[in-house]
């Protein structure tokens, strides 16, 4: 996924922090209909609406919001944050200023009057734009309507308080969008986006398809991490470390026989497009005194992390040199033979079912 000015770079291996608001939505994971809906298409990008220029409007910014915000008729202005342009209002308390992105994440024809609703990118936080220093800092979706050139109506908020919303858009009445939970601390959670699909019921907007909060693989809070299904790691005719079922907690996860561990090396990807992304990443095995790091392309299924195949599946032979990545359906791989100490740089493309040249056996 390729990361818009306001939000984060998705290849990156490392999170940063978020409120502990979000971590305490990681532990459910039971979804709506089916968990993983199809990706949007390309969204619509409006600076106008209705030749409303929104960012100098009147807003009518109503209730139900998760986070502190304003309510009532609020005057935007045009404000300048370090990820870009914003519409912002002052707040009535110490910590509930507006603050839109610019432009709209989507528009369409939600309430099926024919004209096109805004999806606007939402937060409402203390700081004022020029403050803030995380770009694409978490929030809500707000759906929003031009009267008049210089008048708009908020229609309803939209999904979860304090996640971050990556894309959407606006298909056949409803409206469907990305939405990505980032980690409390670096190493501790991995949460890849998911979609969800609202649609206006009579005066709020509410959920019928999607996810209804996230999968995470290693939670910072204990009792918050998903279940995770990995296959066995085979050496010649024999399993260097069993197929399990396993919830990570700090980190680790243990079995009768074996210690799991979360190695801080992961990357966030879509290989199918559909917009609930897969998450690459490593993880140890210790066996016997013997750790080995395998790297897994791990599926959000309906309630549990599914390892769907296994690029490199370590047999104790080889380590995992930092620096892997992938990028458009290839990943690259330096792998360093523990024997000999030559390294051997691997490329295996994305088939459809699984990557191409893949390191070692599992099963």
């Not at 978020?18 to 298409?41: E, K, Y």
């Not at 700081?127 to 929030?139: F, K, M, N, R």
């Not at 910072?220 to 024999?238: E, F």
């Amino acid at each position: 996924m390729t990361a818009s000015p306001t939000q984060p770079d998705l290849s990156t291996r490392t999170g940063s922090i978020i409120t502990a608001a979000i971590i305490a939505l990681a532990g459910c994971t039971a979804p709506v209909s089916d968990p993983n809906p199809p990706a949007p298409a390309k969204q619509q990008h409006n600076t106008q609406a209705n030749g409303t220029t929104w960012q100098q409007a009147t807003i009518e910014l109503p209730v139900g919001s998760g986070m502190d915000c304003p309510t009532g008729r609020t005057q935007l202005s045009p404000a300048q944050a370090p990820s870009g342009l914003t519409a912002w209002a002052k707040g009535d308390g110490p910590a509930n200023n507006f603050t839109a992105d610019v432009p709209a994440l989507a528009s369409g024809d939600l309430n099926g009057d024919g004209a096109s609703e805004m999806v606007l990118r939402v937060r409402c936080t203390s700081l004022e734009p020029s403050q803030e220093q995380d770009p694409g800092l978490p929030g809500q979706l707000l759906v929003v309507k031009a009267v008049s050139d210089t008048h708009l109506v908020g229609l309803g908020y939209v999904g979860p308080a304090y996640a971050r919303y990556l894309k959407a858009e606006v298909l056949d009445g409803q409206l469907r969008t990305q939405v990505w939970y980032e980690s409390e601390r670096s190493t501790s959670i991995y949460a890849p986006a998911h979609m969800r699909i609202f649609k206006l019921n009579g005066t709020n907007f509410t959920q019928v398809n999607g996810r209804t909060a996230p999968l995470v693989l290693s939670a910072a809070k204990a009792g918050q991490g998903s279940p995770v299904t990995l296959p066995g790691i085979h050496a010649d005719q024999s399993v260097t470390c069993a197929a399990s079922n396993l919830v990570f907690e700090g980190g680790q996860a243990r079995t009768p026989d074996a210690t799991y561990g979360v190695t801080g090396n992961a990357q966030l990807v879509d290989v199918d497009s559909d917009g609930n992304q897969e998450l690459l990443t490593e993880i140890s095995c210790t066996t016997s005194g013997a750790t080995r790091t395998s790297l897994y392309l791990l599926r959000q299924d309906t309630n549990a992390l599914v390892a769907i195949d296994v690029p490199v599946a370590n047999n104790g032979m080889v380590s995992i040199s930092n620096g892997w990545k992938f990028t458009g359906n290839v990943l690259t791989v330096t792998t360093t033979n523990l024997q000999s100490g030559e390294q051997q740089k691997h490329t295996m493309n994305w088939v459809g079912d699984g990557f191409s040249g893949k390191v070692g056996s599992f099963g």
